[in-house]
């Protein structure tokens, strides 16, 4: 059981003030450090910013106070940390990416390749086919996000919006598809989407940071100009769009995730919020703890995050208090995993683990 560090990347929007609360840092504020990579074996794309050194891949803390970088962990003793038949699927890498996202602006309107498309014509591996758990939304925020077009444009007609920066009729493709704390959703890849502002979300997806973006401009954040087009021109980034036009009703009933209540009992709930059959690469899960409580592994590498409630987690003599916001990586070989809750109250955590068949 490993503690993971910190793991911030830059992106081209503003938020990051209640990650930088977790962190326990002395002055929150937004700025351009958005997002918390978890447990990350993916590089972050800063297309247009300067280089920085393993941007986007995870750190975790062993019991001695050493920091390594996770992906080098997998590298040298796969087998423990991420299992045999896990090895043989994915390599040394986790399979995905998780990160808490925490915006303070809308985001820029994008889409991202489909795994399809990024395998024909990128030459990668992945697209980026992601889902969203909302886990809260900040005071006086109508919490929402853009998904699909409910006005869709041809692809003349948004391309001639893109090169305009029209943004008038950018934002007349699209309607505001509410969400609230607690749901999960599915972006599939292709679907032009944005967050609104004021979420705190866990976003899983496919281990890629592809995205083509068509506007440019939010809240004067830029989105410079060689990170707009995923390093190809407009023409190409418009055959990633997907232009189906659906109604808020139909993009409810495509991409809302109804949770499946797995088990209940006098100790603990399990629940599937995304499952894999949606995602052909990973599966999130919500567990929650009502008294004190131990779990088999059984051979799985986990990522776990802490959303509720506070107490001790112990694994192969390792013990480590947790609270809302602590992140720990869960190895494949490890046994058992107790679960003592501090008072009362119960704990929620979400956990996050690739697709193996």
Known sequence: MLKLLPNRARRNYAGGRILDEMQNLPRPADGIM???????????????????????????VDTAGNEHILAELFATNGEYYLGKKHLEQHGPHLGYLAKLLDSSMRLHAQAHPTKEFARARL?????????????????????YLRLGFQHAPTKSEWRDITLRQDIARMDACFEPIPVRVGEAWLVPGGMPHALGPGLLLLEVQEPSDLVGRCEFVRE?????????????DLDFCLDVFDYTQRTPAQIRDYCHLTPRLITDDAAHEE??????TRTQCFEVRRLRVKKNFRWEQSGLAR??????G??????????LAVQPGARLFLAAAAKTVEVNLAGNS???????????S
């Open 34 to 60: 958005p997002e918390d990579w978890l447990a990350s074996t993916t590089p972050a794309s800063s297309t247009g910013l300067p280089p920085v050194e393993n941007e986007g891949l995870g750190r975790v």
């Open 123 to 143: 030459g990668k591996p992945w697209g980026k086919l992601e889902s969203y758990v909302i886990l809260a939304v900040r005071p006086g925020t109508d919490p």
């Open 220 to 232: 004067g954040i830029e989105v410079p100009p060689d990170a707009r087009y995923m390093g190809r």
């Open 271 to 276: 629940t599937v919020m995304v499952p894999w």
């Open 303 to 308: 990522l776990v995050i802490v959303t509720g």
């Open 310 to 319: 506070k107490g001790e987690l112990r694994c192969d003599g390792v013990t």
């Open 346 to 356: 119960p704990m929620d955590m979400l956990f996050c683990q690739a697709a193996t």
